[in-house]
């Protein structure tokens, strides 16, 4: 079963707002890391956060991360319609480097 | 039973060794991905196909090729393997609107 839970699982937004999606996870980890799909194109790597960080920047978008609840947000401020696509969190439960992958949250941004 | 299978699971092999990693899925998915992962570290698209006969690079510039005879097999190949190439490597397939499928990946090691 997956390890991270998305939500929403669908999002739909005006161009200029922000987005803020959430994903839960189960099991202790040593890094939480967001992925954008465009559609149908591979997964991009947006940011990497570990477990002894509680909040990241990249350009518009800024993660945060609480271990306590086992949760992690991706806000995306001042929207672009390019930045539709899915929105996918993995969680690296060992140093094993494999990834777990939640179920995606869909991004919508109307122009 | 739909599933993602790749093979061999670890592989451990000598500098200069061709090498393929095998990829297959039962799920009828058209679109398939090789990514590249170090421990710890996030997921690098290195190869991508959208059906048969479909080939392309991913943002990881990578001296692997890859080959998409049949839409269940996308398999990867080095032709000279590299202590470089010590990495494990993941193939995922997607669907119409499903998320990336993982498969259990292939740890390899070249000595």
């Known amino acids: 079963s997956q390890q991270g839970e998305e939500d929403p699982q669908a999002l739909s937004i005006q161009e200029g707002e922000n987005a803020t999606m959430n994903c839960s996870y189960k099991t202790s980890i040593n890094n939480l890391q967001w992925y954008r799909q465009n559609s149908g194109r591979g997964l991009v790597h947006l940011i990497l956060?570990?477990?002894?960080?509680r909040e990241k920047h990249s350009g518009r978008l800024r993660v945060t991360l609480d271990t306590s609840k086992k949760s992690s947000s991706l806000l995306i401020t001042a929207s672009r319609a390019a930045d539709t696509a899915s929105y996918f969190c993995a969680t690296d439960a060992s140093n094993a480097g494999k990834s777990t992958f939640g179920d995606g949250t869909t991004l919508t941004v109307k122009p | 039973e739909a599933d993602i299978y790749q093979t061999p699971r670890y592989l451990v092999i000598g500098t200069g060794k061709k090498i393929t990693l095998e990829c297959s899925q039962t799920m009828g998915h058209d679109k398939m991905y090789w990514y590249q992962q170090d421990p710890g570290m996030e997921l690098h698209l290195i190869h991508y196909s959208y059906g048969v006969n479909s080939t392309e690079k991913g943002d990881l510039s990578s001296e692997s090729t890859v080959s998409r005879i049949r839409t269940e097999h996308f398999p990867l190949t080095l032709e000279s393997a590299r202590p470089s190439h010590t990495s494990q490597y993941l193939c995922?397939?997607?669907?119409?609107?499903?998320?990336?499928?993982f498969g259990p990946g292939t740890r390899l090691t070249v000595t």
């Open positions: 995922a397939s997607t669907g119409l609107g499903t998320p990336p499928y």
């Open positions: 956060i570990r477990s002894n960080e």
